[in-house]
Each structure stands twice: as C-alpha cells, then as structure tokens.
C-alpha cells in the first residue's frame, strides 16, 4: 500500500512500509494499470489488464456518478472517464411544454370527470 494517492513510488525512493513497520527502499516498480477516483480515496490495481482497469472504473463510476476516475499506466494518465449523462428537460411554469402533455391530459381528466357526472 503506497502513502500517495493517485501515483506508485519510482525507483530508489524511501517509503514506509505498512507489512513490516520499516522505510523501505523501491528497487524495481511494476507497469501496471491502477484506476484513480479524484474525487475519493477509491484506487484499484488491475495489473497489466487495461480492461480490468476499464472495469473497475465503470463500477465505481456507476455507484458514484459524479465522481471522475483517472487510468493510469505507469504512473503517467493515459485516460480520464466520467459520468455523462443526459439531462431530462424540466416543465416550465407554463402551459406550453412543446409536445401537448399537458393540454392532453387537462383534455382526458376532463372527460373522465363529465363522465363521472354523467353516470351519477
């Protein structure tokens, strides 16, 4: 586990080592695939699969969709995904909304309620 989010320590720097208790020193860095949120602490290694990577990305993204995750190959980013989702238009205070719901549902509760007068 590395102190620093976002990145793996390079060659020859000292960190802590949370196994052992001890500064150890990096003698060899793997390349690898690692999925980055910016928005939380959430990383995930997928090793040299970048589809996993992909993966893990879309799971998180679809359990916050308002986080941006990064991919990362070697520390260097290679990919940023997001969220893009599509905006449902809202009604205007109006009574034109530009397709006719409104005016076709004002038109048949008004037929269900003089049909409900009618057969009283």
């Avoid at 995904?81 to 205070?93: C, F, G, K």
């Amino acid at each position: 586990m590395f102190s620093t989010k976002g990145r793996k320590p390079a060659t020859g720097e000292q960190i802590y080592c949370f196994q052992c208790g001890k500064e150890s020193l990096i003698i060899a860095s793997v390349k690898g695939w690692l999925a980055s949120c910016k928005d939380c602490i959430y990383r995930k290694e997928a090793g040299a699969s970048e589809s996993n990577a992909n993966r893990a990305a879309t799971l998180h993204m679809r359990r916050y969709p308002s986080h941006t995750v990064q991919l990362l190959f070697d520390n260097e980013v290679r990919r940023t995904r997001m969220v893009e989702a599509v905006e449902l238009p809202m009604y205007a205070d109006d009574d034109h909304d530009g397709l006719g719901l409104r005016e076709a549902s004002r038109a048949a509760q008004a037929i269900l309620r003089s049909n409900n007068v009618m057969q009283t």
